[in-house]
């Protein structure tokens, strides 16, 4: 975008609330207790199912991967900021480096896990029970791969990994908020690209390895990619909620405008369609050959009451949006885009729960109060702890050299 | 304020007025003008900047686009054409099953649609683009003027056309320079003299006999003979490592490189489970019944004879050969009640080879062994031949070969009709 010449109708940005102080101050609280009380609601139900926990287990990952990846497509999303140069984004980057420094807590929900595993417990991954292995010789050749001590390792260095790349935009971000460095946004640019990298390799694998390995016999390359991008639109849509919530707490009026939200828009239609690309790519490949092996997957999850959540994946992620969000007064009318948001955040964890769900239980409903209690556990605390960093800091990152380009950013 | 004269070069007539172009000191300048301008009333004008000015869209009253329903319309045309083309040239023109899958399977068709729908969009788009802005323009008044050169560097111009109704010279004239244009200039008409010269006229005509001769030539060589080879500019599969049908293949433990159909295999949609259709019987003797799809219409009975009369009538005969009256009168069938080729063979089994025993004569389909054969028998001789008569199941559809049945019942029932067949009315007619 060109710059014009208008300072005197460009929204003073300084005018703004800027922080969260004031703002509900009992909201952490309330939070957290209420986080804690539907987390141990659904443990409760979860032990009625007298399966081990294994449904529980099932729905507890399936909550944990579903704020995981809203944590890395706010990753991926600030460090494409930074690639792209992009001016208009400096409005809503901070709230996207709160979304990625919240790491802390899919890191925690990890650690249960990661004992249970450590423990020797099999009930989410079958490669954990060696009676398995010994029956089957291909999980034998991948025990090399696919067993605790090696799972664990990695996913330390996975969480090491995007820790590090959060912490440095995070702390980068916040101290040219103190010193008004222009040499620290050249430096976030320089190491975006890399990043981004990083972030596709480390992101590829922990899918693999938290998701994939559930089935372990299965294999499919594009999977971390499905799941990066469903990462990236879970993101998006979070982060158009919080920005409205924010703005309607009286917060960041005038620093996003309809502009920031057209372009958020048209950002979340693009990352539902590649996401599109990415399942289908999957599928028809798969489809195609239908080798047993690789049908394997798709065999439950395409079968009984899954079949049916397939289809509404289908169309709830993909066909129904892709017209919701096509025309340029959707994307900006705040009504329209926030309805889209909201309905792509339930359909992004909907396709996680049918990634993740069907190796628990085939029958019955597929969505069950366990799983709804889980995800208002966990998501609390999500929201509580994000809310702890964002306190005492700008909401916008105030000295940013491109922060005038993007108060002054218009969509032709 | 100054002002410029225009840089029109004709010496004689007066120029025509085309429009006035006005400039402006910056944008915000040109915005205010804009707003102005729309307000006043003027339709026919536009506004130039060296880069794309915020606002200006509303300040000018400009509407949004066609393009993006343009762009819909295409890209639902692309996937509309791709499933179509794909569903026809796979399930019903040339049905070919590949992998197993249903002829029409909807996952293989998503990436051709797909690749369809961009292209369309993408072209819609250029050419809406083009077409919206009335693109390609080579020529404008404006661009007689000698400032609008600095319409694309540091220049914010604003043109009213004369052609706007509201358009008058003194007072368009007036309207700008109230609006605090820096100068304002005239443009004009090409001149009379101002044509394009005749050398590219030439240059065109050249240009385009050229282009007609690589067709003429494509069509030469398309309809003449050549002994050489044809010539390969795009190779594609035309030169590549395979084997012949029948070849020998060391890969195979039989040696064959063509590989046998596994046994139980049967060729897309000729399974022909249904007995009764397919081979006339009903349980364990032959059907007596026509098979459901065959029902007895006046329709099929009109397509069996002319089935019949195409392949059975040239040794049936038209009337499917003597009645029982005449056989019985005459002891031996009158040959003229037979087609021509059944005549034929007689003639010359009579006349150049007596005792020749290759050929039977074809039964007359009116004896009283061929009348008592039930339906199923009927089919069945049709299909697989009798004696010297020929099997038609590769020629004749099967429905057909119950039509072509239930036309020779119709033949044998006119030849052995009583009384009680001719409508009441009519009966009189026979006394």
Same mark, same amino acid.
């Not at chain 1, 605790?148 to 980068?172: E, I, K, M, N, T």
């Given at each position: 975008?060109?710059?014009?010449?208008?300072?005197?109708?460009?929204?003073?940005?300084?005018?703004?609330?800027?922080?969260?102080?004031?703002?509900?101050?009992?909201?952490?609280?309330?939070?957290?207790?209420?986080?804690?009380?539907?987390?141990?609601?659904?443990?409760?139900?979860?032990?009625?199912?007298?399966?081990?926990?294994?449904?529980?287990?099932?729905?507890?990952?399936?909550?944990?991967?579903?704020?995981?990846?809203?944590?890395?497509?706010?990753?991926?999303?600030?460090?494409?900021?930074?690639?792209?140069?992009?001016?208009?984004?400096?409005?809503?980057?901070?709230?996207?480096?709160?979304?990625?420094?919240?790491?802390?807590?899919?890191?925690?929900?990890?650690?249960?896990?990661?004992?249970?595993?450590?423990?020797?417990?099999?009930?989410?991954?079958?490669?954990?029970?060696?009676?398995?292995?010994?029956?089957?010789?291909?999980?034998?050749?991948?025990?090399?791969?696919?067993?605790?001590?090696?799972?664990?390792?990695?996913?330390?260095?996975?969480?090491?990994?995007?820790?590090?790349?959060?912490?440095?935009?995070?702390?980068?971000?916040?101290?040219?908020?103190?010193?008004?460095?222009?040499?620290?946004?050249?430096?976030?640019?320089?190491?975006?690209?890399?990043?981004?990298?990083?972030?596709?390799?480390?992101?590829?694998?922990?899918?693999?390895?938290?998701?994939?390995?559930?089935?372990?016999?299965?294999?499919?390359?594009?999977?971390?990619?499905?799941?990066?991008?469903? &990462?990236?639109? *879970?993101?998006? +849509?979070?982060?158009? $909620? /919080?920005?409205?919530? #924010?703005?309607?707490?009286?917060? !960041?009026? %005038?620093?996003?405008?309809?502009?920031?939200?057209?372009?958020?828009?048209?950002?979340?239609?693009?990352?539902?369609?590649?996401?599109?690309?990415?399942?289908?790519?999957?599928?028809?490949?798969?489809?195609?050959?239908?080798?047993?092996?690789?049908?394997?997957?798709?065999?439950?999850?395409?079968? &009984?009451?899954? *079949?049916?959540? +397939?289809?509404?994946? $289908? /169309?709830?992620?993909? #066909?129904?949006?892709?017209?919701? !969000?096509? %025309?340029?007064?959707?994307?900006?009318?705040?009504?329209?885009?926030?309805?889209?948001?909201?309905?792509?955040?339930?359909?992004?964890?909907?396709?996680?729960?049918?990634?993740?769900?069907?190796?628990?239980?085939?029958?019955?409903?597929?969505?069950?109060?366990?799983?709804?209690?889980?995800?208002? &556990?966990?998501?609390?605390?999500?929201?509580?702890?994000?809310?702890?960093?964002?306190?005492?800091?700008?909401?916008?990152?105030?000295?940013?050299?491109?922060?005038?380009?993007?108060?002054?950013?218009?969509?032709? | 304020?100054?002002?410029?004269?225009?840089?029109?070069?004709?010496?004689?007539?007066?120029?025509?007025?085309?429009?006035?172009?006005?400039?402006?000191?910056?944008?915000?300048?040109?915005?205010?003008?804009?707003?102005?301008?729309?307000?006043?009333?003027?339709?026919?004008?536009?506004?130039?900047?060296?880069?794309?000015?915020?606002?200006?869209?509303?300040?000018?009253?400009?509407?949004?686009?066609?393009?993006?329903?343009?762009?819909?319309?295409?890209?639902?045309?692309?996937?509309?054409?791709?499933?179509?083309?794909?569903?026809?040239?796979?399930?019903?023109?040339?049905?070919?099953?590949?992998?197993?899958?249903?002829?029409?399977?909807?996952?293989?068709?998503?990436?051709?649609?797909?690749?369809?729908?961009?292209?369309?969009?993408?072209?819609?788009?250029?050419?809406?683009?083009?077409?919206?802005?009335?693109?390609?323009?080579?020529?404008?008044?404006?661009?007689?003027?000698?400032?609008?050169?600095?319409?694309?560097?540091?220049?914010?111009?604003?043109?009213?056309?004369?052609?706007?109704?509201?358009?008058?010279?003194?007072?368009?004239?007036?309207?700008?320079?109230?609006?605090?244009?820096?100068?304002?200039?005239?443009?004009?008409?090409?001149?009379?003299?101002?044509?394009?010269?005749?050398?590219?006229?030439?240059?065109?005509?050249?240009?385009?006999?050229?282009?007609?001769?690589?067709?003429?030539?494509?069509?030469?060589?398309?309809?003449?003979?050549?002994?050489?080879?044809?010539?390969?500019?795009?190779?594609?599969?035309?030169?590549?490592?395979?084997?012949?049908?029948?070849?020998?293949?060391?890969?195979?433990?039989?040696?064959?490189?063509?590989?046998?159909?596994?046994?139980?295999?049967?060729?897309?949609?000729?399974?022909?489970?249904?007995?009764?259709?397919?081979?006339?019987?009903?349980?364990?003797?032959?059907?007596?019944?026509?098979?459901?799809?065959?029902?007895?219409?006046?329709?099929?009975?009109?397509?069996?004879?002319?089935?019949?009369?195409?392949?059975?009538?040239?040794?049936?005969?038209?009337?499917?050969?003597?009645?029982?009256?005449?056989?019985?009168?005459?002891?031996?069938?009158?040959?003229?009640?037979?087609?021509?080729?059944?005549?034929?063979?007689?003639?010359?089994?009579?006349?150049?080879?007596?005792?020749?025993?290759?050929?039977?004569?074809?039964?007359?389909?009116?004896?009283?062994?061929?009348?008592?054969?039930?339906?199923?028998?009927?089919?069945?001789?049709?299909?697989?031949?009798?004696?010297?008569?020929?099997?038609?199941?590769?020629?004749?559809?099967?429905?057909?070969?119950?039509?072509?049945?239930?036309?020779?019942?119709?033949?044998?029932?006119?030849?052995?009709?009583?009384?009680?067949?001719?409508?009441?009315?009519?009966?009189?007619?026979?006394?």
């Amino acid at each position: 975008m060109t710059p014009t010449m208008k300072p005197s109708t460009t929204p003073d940005v300084r005018a703004d609330q800027m922080s969260l102080s004031g703002l509900m101050p009992e909201g952490r609280r309330v939070l957290a207790v209420v986080g804690a009380g539907a987390l141990a609601l659904g443990l409760a139900l979860g032990a009625l199912h007298g399966d081990g926990h294994r449904y529980f287990l099932h729905a507890y990952l399936t909550g944990f991967s579903f704020l995981l990846s809203i944590t890395l497509g706010s990753l991926v999303l600030v460090t494409a900021l930074h690639a792209t140069r992009a001016g208009w984004g400096v409005s809503v980057r901070r709230i996207l480096e709160i979304l990625a420094a919240n790491l802390f807590v899919p890191a925690l929900m990890f650690l249960p896990i990661l004992v249970l595993l450590a423990w020797g417990h099999a009930g989410l991954y079958p490669w954990n029970n060696p009676q398995n292995v010994a029956k089957e010789p291909l999980l034998a050749a991948k025990a090399g791969y696919l067993s605790a001590l090696p799972f664990l390792l990695r996913a330390v260095a996975y969480f090491a990994a995007w820790w590090a790349v959060a912490r440095f935009y995070l702390r980068h971000s916040l101290e040219q908020d103190a010193s008004g460095d222009p040499a620290l946004t050249v430096r976030m640019e320089r190491w975006s690209g890399p990043a981004l990298v990083a972030l596709g390799l480390t992101g590829t694998w922990a899918a693999f390895d938290w998701l994939m390995s559930l089935e372990p016999l299965w294999h499919s390359t594009i999977f971390g990619l499905y799941y990066l991008s469903g &990462g990236v639109v *879970g993101a998006l +849509a979070t982060l158009i $909620l /919080l920005a409205m919530g #924010l703005q309607r707490a009286d917060r !960041l009026r %005038s620093a996003i405008t309809v502009e920031h939200y057209h372009d958020l828009g048209k950002l979340l239609f693009a990352a539902l369609v590649f996401w599109g690309y990415m399942a289908f790519s999957q599928y028809l490949l798969i489809w195609y050959a239908n080798l047993p092996e690789e049908t394997a997957w798709y065999r439950p999850r395409l079968a &009984g009451p899954w *079949g049916w959540v +397939a289809l509404a994946v $289908l /169309l709830g992620h993909l #066909l129904v949006p892709f017209f919701g !969000l096509l %025309s340029r007064h959707a994307k900006r009318s705040r009504r329209a885009l926030a309805f889209w948001a909201a309905w792509l955040l339930a359909f992004h964890w909907l396709d996680l729960a049918w990634i993740v769900m069907p190796s628990a239980h085939g029958r019955g409903f597929p969505v069950g109060l366990v799983d709804l209690c889980v995800l208002v &556990g966990l998501g609390s605390f999500y929201l509580a702890w994000a809310w702890r960093i964002a306190h005492g800091m700008s909401l916008v990152p105030m000295q940013d050299p491109r922060l005038p380009e993007a108060m002054e950013f218009e969509n032709m | 304020m100054t002002e410029t004269r225009s840089t029109t070069e004709n010496a004689g007539s007066p120029p025509i007025l085309a429009g006035l172009l006005a400039e402006f000191d910056g944008p915000d300048a040109l915005l205010a003008a804009a707003e102005k301008v729309r307000q006043a009333g003027y339709c026919r004008w536009d506004a130039h900047s060296p880069y794309p000015v915020h606002g200006l869209d509303r300040a000018m009253g400009i509407r949004p686009t066609l393009l993006p329903w343009l762009v819909l319309g295409a890209g639902i045309a692309g996937a509309a054409v791709a499933l179509h083309l794909q569903w026809w040239t796979n399930a019903v023109d040339y049905p070919l099953i590949t992998s197993a899958k249903p002829r029409f399977s909807l996952p293989a068709n998503i990436p051709v649609a797909f690749e369809l729908i961009v292209l369309l969009s993408a072209l819609a788009a250029f050419a809406g683009c083009l077409a919206l802005n009335r693109l390609p323009q080579f020529w404008h008044p404006v661009f007689t003027a000698r400032r609008f050169r600095r319409a694309t560097s540091d220049g914010f111009f604003l043109s009213v056309e004369a052609a706007d109704p509201r358009f008058d010279p003194s007072r368009t004239r007036a309207l700008l320079e109230s609006l605090g244009a820096s100068a304002i200039e005239p443009c004009h008409e090409p001149a009379e003299g101002r044509r394009i010269p005749r050398a590219l006229y030439r240059l065109a005509m050249i240009a385009l006999a050229l282009a007609v001769l690589p067709p003429l030539w494509i069509a030469r060589v398309r309809h003449s003979k050549s002994e050489r080879p044809r010539i390969h500019p795009i190779q594609d599969m035309d030169f590549q490592p395979r084997y012949q049908s029948q070849a020998a293949s060391p890969l195979f433990a039989d040696g064959r490189a063509m590989r046998p159909a596994l046994p139980g295999t049967i060729a897309d949609g000729q399974l022909d489970a249904d007995e009764h259709l397919h081979r006339g019987r009903a349980g364990n003797a032959w059907a007596t019944t026509f098979p459901v799809p065959v029902h007895i219409t006046r329709e099929n009975l009109d397509r069996g004879r002319r089935r019949y009369n195409i392949f059975c009538a040239p040794c049936h005969g038209l009337t499917g050969g003597p009645a029982p009256d005449d056989l019985k009168r005459q002891g031996k069938p009158d040959k003229l009640l037979y087609g021509m080729v059944a005549l034929r063979a007689a003639e010359r089994i009579e006349g150049e080879q007596p005792g020749y025993t290759g050929w039977v004569m074809p039964r007359s389909l009116h004896e009283p062994s061929v009348v008592g054969q039930p339906v199923g028998q009927l089919f069945n001789t049709i299909t697989h031949g009798l004696n010297t008569m020929p099997a038609y199941e590769a020629q004749v559809p099967v429905e057909d070969r119950w039509r072509i049945v239930l036309y020779v019942r119709a033949l044998q029932r006119s030849q052995n009709a009583r009384l009680e067949d001719v409508p009441e009315d009519r009966r009189t007619d026979l006394k």
